[in-house]
């Protein structure tokens, strides 16, 4: 791929394996192209720092000194700890290919990243951004788009990718591609079901002659006549969120967000939530729900043996 106008070109020996690691990463892993990017973003900026043409010439002192310049300039904890992990990825591919190859990048030390809770919306805010009244095309799909990302917990591209086979109607259930093209099942509120049974009734609207076949089967579809992107998704989001009086900028992984937290403070089965969201670790889930302490005491002395009152 060529550089980027006014981007410095890497040397061969650096762009090639580096090219080699991504298309490793996109046909073999399946990561979507958001991460992709992120990783050639990452590797890009610190091959063009680098002191020497070839990552075997590279030490775990080079990169570090790197990484401690990026943090005196100002880059974030959480952005560094992206990079580092960005840079042990890419040599143990080339580790793999090589055996005999160090990896420089193992050891990196990075500061830690304080960690933030994400935005939510409240359940009152919750249901007053849902209750929008359509009233023309774009109405109804943005509510079915506003209900399934709440009643789903959806992921933004996971929501864009969804297509019509996807859904069962007798089950209530659809069908995700989440990270790395891994599948699973959630439920479908009712009120969704219904959000999307309106919007099916308008899709044909913009399923005009210049639908791309590739495109023929997508749940969600813009005004050009193709699959929504997720540049349009986050700006309709906001905009229903300015129209329905919110007084927070709103994005769809606050949706995503409240799903989970809402779902958490109701069931406490963190596990149940973990699977819904489509995460691989737990302690994913845990940063990225949170309950507050009166929510926790409560369930441990309605759940926990040791805390339940004698009668």
Do not use: C
């Not at 967000?257 to 596990?271: I, K, Q, V, Y």
């Amino acid at each position: 791929m060529p550089p980027k106008t006014g981007q410095t070109a890497l040397p061969a020996s650096l762009a090639e394996p580096l090219e080699k690691f991504l298309a490793n990463l996109r046909n073999e892993r399946n990561y979507s192209r958001a991460t992709l990017s992120s990783y050639r973003q990452q590797l890009e900026t610190i091959a063009l720092k680098l002191p020497v043409h070839s990552w075997q010439d590279v030490t775990q002192t080079m990169l570090q000194h790197l990484l401690m310049q990026d943090f005196q300039q100002g880059l974030a904890p959480r952005s560094l700890a992206l990079r580092a992990a960005s840079l042990r990825s890419l040599f143990r591919f080339l580790q793999a290919e090589n055996p005999q190859a160090i990896n420089p990048a193992q050891h990196l030390k990075v500061p830690n990243a304080t960690k933030t809770l994400p935005k939510q919306l409240d359940v009152d805010q919750m249901r007053h951004l849902l209750d929008v009244e359509p009233d023309d095309t774009l109405g109804y799909r943005d509510r079915a788009m506003l209900e399934l990302f709440y009643s789903s917990g959806l992921r933004l591209e996971e929501l864009v990718n969804i297509n019509l086979p996807d859904i069962s109607w007798t089950e209530q259930q659809l069908r995700v591609r989440g990270k790395g093209s891994k599948e699973r099942m959630v439920p479908i509120g009712r009120y969704a079901i219904r959000a999307l049974q309106a919007w099916l009734q308008h899709r044909p609207e913009l399923a005009g002659p210049k639908l791309p076949a590739e495109d023929s089967q997508a749940l969600f579809l813009s005004l050009q006549q193709q699959r929504i992107s997720t540049r349009q998704v986050r700006q309709r989001v906001e905009r229903w969120a300015k129209l329905q009086g919110l007084p927070q900028s709103l994005h769809p992984h606050m949706l995503r967000h409240s799903f989970a937290s809402h779902l958490l403070e109701s069931s406490g089965d963190l596990r149940a939530v973990q699977e819904l969201l489509g995460h691989a670790n737990l302690s994913t889930t845990q940063v990225y729900t949170h309950l507050d302490f009166q929510h926790l005491a409560k369930v441990y002395d309605g759940a926990h043996p040791r805390a339940r009152k004698k009668s």
